[in-house]
């Protein structure tokens, strides 16, 4: 090791025992910050694509297992023709969209009162339904 290595004050270690108190060294120092840019440079874009795929992620409604049944608007599956009640969505509806209309929007392609059956039935979704995961998801803050 160079003296020109050590901080200033500090005298070289005759040698690196495991706990010795000594001061690391300029190198080692660099070693450690090149290898902890490395890991935040590998954790950014997991963030990023974490983020993108929870606004494309899709919350069917009803599930699969609800097939065909309708959505009062408590958010409960019921018989077709339930008076009160609505049809399922035709098609599943994104992250992003559940998003924006917990924020005051409605879901696309459906009434104020339609959409709002369809938050409901998502703000009932348990873990095993399909399209918990994602609803999950859109609740983490970030």
């Given at each position: 090791?160079?003296?020109?290595?050590?901080?200033?004050?500090?005298?070289?270690?005759?040698?690196?025992?495991?706990?010795?108190?000594?001061?690391?060294?300029?190198?080692?120092?660099?070693?450690?910050?090149?290898?902890?840019?490395?890991?935040?440079?590998?954790?950014?874009?997991?963030?990023?694509?974490?983020?993108?795929?929870?606004?494309?992620?899709?919350?069917?409604?009803?599930?699969?297992?609800?097939?065909?049944?309708?959505?009062?608007?408590?958010?409960?599956?019921?018989?077709?023709?339930?008076?009160?009640?609505?049809?399922?969505?035709?098609?599943?509806?994104?992250?992003?969209?559940?998003?924006?209309?917990?924020?005051?929007q409605t879901l696309p392609g459906t009434?104020?009162?339609?959409?709002?059956?369809?938050?409901?039935?998502?703000?009932?979704?348990?873990?095993?339904?399909?399209?918990?995961?994602?609803?999950?998801?859109?609740?983490?803050p970030r």
């Amino acid at each position: 090791m160079d003296k020109q290595d050590l901080p200033a004050g500090a005298s070289a270690p005759d040698a690196e025992a495991p706990g010795s108190d000594a001061v690391p060294s300029r190198r080692r120092m660099l070693m450690l910050g090149a290898a902890g840019v490395s890991a935040a440079m590998t954790i950014r874009p997991a963030f990023a694509q974490t983020a993108v795929s929870v606004m494309n992620c899709q919350i069917p409604v009803p599930g699969p297992t609800g097939a065909g049944k309708y959505v009062d608007p408590a958010g409960q599956l019921v018989p077709p023709g339930t008076k009160g009640a609505f049809p399922g969505s035709p098609r599943p509806f994104t992250g992003e969209e559940v998003k924006r209309a917990f924020r005051g929007q409605t879901l696309p392609g459906t009434t104020y009162n339609q959409s709002q059956a369809y938050l409901q039935y998502i703000r009932r979704l348990q873990a095993g339904q399909s399209g918990f995961t994602c609803f999950a998801s859109i609740q983490m803050p970030r």
